[in-house]
């Protein structure tokens, strides 16, 4: 069975780092680019990051760049997002998702359950 | 960045009739190159994470009931689904990925009337 399992979620001061990950099982995960997508609470979707499937390629929405590092170590089929100088916008549920072969493409047809990080003092 | 906004915000449906949500986009999403919309539909239901129905603006996922279907090209696109049944109570989402910044719609709440 294909399945996501997001980790790392915490309550975090502002400011604060945090490290998201999310184990992979049932597929290739070296040959997926994975993303992450996030939803503060009661809102909708928001696009944060890709990562190609060796890792060599990556992309960042403007509102985490510079501040979230995405990375992924296929050996042991894990994607990461490590969050530093967290804010209070940053605080959602954070979705890992499978994108598609050989593409940034955002079509993501897995997902995992969540991971709720929550920004306060 | 590509808005992507869709009508109505939320939407009641009687069992068994036709749901329909609308999705405009601010730019073209049609590569004219492969002649393909970049444009998908999500669900969500309650405390559960998204999950993919339809992408190239028509190609249902593997699974997914034939009651859903997407139709629209360039920037207006269609979501239906043609005999509402409650299990498809939940919040419906566009989405580009056209072009980064990949963007979603704003959501469709889908309720029973």
């Known amino acids: 069975e294909v399945q996501l399992v997001e980790s790392g979620g915490d309550l975090v001061q502002p400011g604060g780092s945090l490290r998201l990950s999310c184990a992979a099982s049932?597929?290739?995960?070296?040959?997926?680019?994975m993303h992450w997508v996030r939803q503060a609470p009661g809102k909708g979707l928001e696009y944060v990051s890709a990562?190609?499937?060796?890792?060599?390629?990556?992309y960042y929405a403007n509102s985490v760049k510079g501040r979230f590092t995405i990375s992924r170590d296929n050996s042991k089929n894990t994607l990461y997002l490590q969050m530093g100088s967290l804010r209070d916008e940053d605080m959602a549920v954070y979705y890992c998702?499978?994108?598609?072969?050989?593409?940034?493409?955002?079509?993501?047809?897995?997902w995992g359950q969540g991971t709720t990080v929550t920004v306060s003092s | 960045d590509i808005v992507m906004t869709q009508s109505p915000d939320s939407l009641a449906v009687s069992l068994g009739e036709r749901a329909t949500i609308n999705c405009k986009s601010s730019?073209?999403?049609?590569?004219?190159?492969?002649?393909?919309?970049?444009l998908a539909w999500y669900q969500q239901k309650p405390g559960q994470p998204p999950k993919l129905l339809i992408y190239?603006?028509?190609t249902r996922e593997s699974g997914v009931p034939d009651r859903f279907s997407g139709s629209g090209s360039g920037t207006d696109f269609t979501f239906t689904i043609s005999s509402l049944q409650a299990e498809d109570v939940a919040v419906y989402y566009c989405?580009?990925?056209?072009?980064?910044?990949?963007?979603f719609g704003q959501g469709t709440k889908l309720e029973i009337k």
């Open positions: 998702g499978r994108g598609q072969i050989g593409t940034l493409l955002a079509l993501m047809d897995v």
């Open positions: 049932g597929f290739t995960f070296s040959s997926y680019t």
């Open positions: 990562i190609s499937g060796n890792g060599d390629s990556t």
């Open positions: 730019q073209r999403v049609l590569n004219s190159s492969n002649n393909k919309n970049f």
């Open positions: 190239w603006a028509s």
């Open positions: 989405q580009q990925y056209y072009r980064t910044p990949y963007t």
